[in-house]
């Protein structure tokens, strides 16, 4: 787990200094997952729910389908 906090730290570095929309939305989904993998359903739910308004606002095609992956 603190191998994937340090990559997902990295990400997050790297996604506010590029500020390109589609890295804020990867960002989100792995928060999302790495919630999820420590057993926190409600805060992956949250973060699932962000991540998707994300993909969504980005106009990312697939942002409704991979929230209905993460969501099952």
């Known amino acids: 787990m603190d191998e994937a906090d340090r990559c ?27 919630a999820l993998i420590a057993g926190d359903t409600d805060g992956a739910e949250q973060l699932a729910n962000e991540a998707n308004q994300i993909g969504t606002d980005a106009g990312e095609p697939d942002a409704a389908l991979v929230f209905g992956g993460q969501l099952m």
């Open 8 to 34: 997902l730290a990295i990400m997050q570095s790297m996604g506010a200094q590029l500020d390109q929309p589609d890295l804020h939305w990867t960002v989100a989904l792995r928060k999302a997952g790495r």
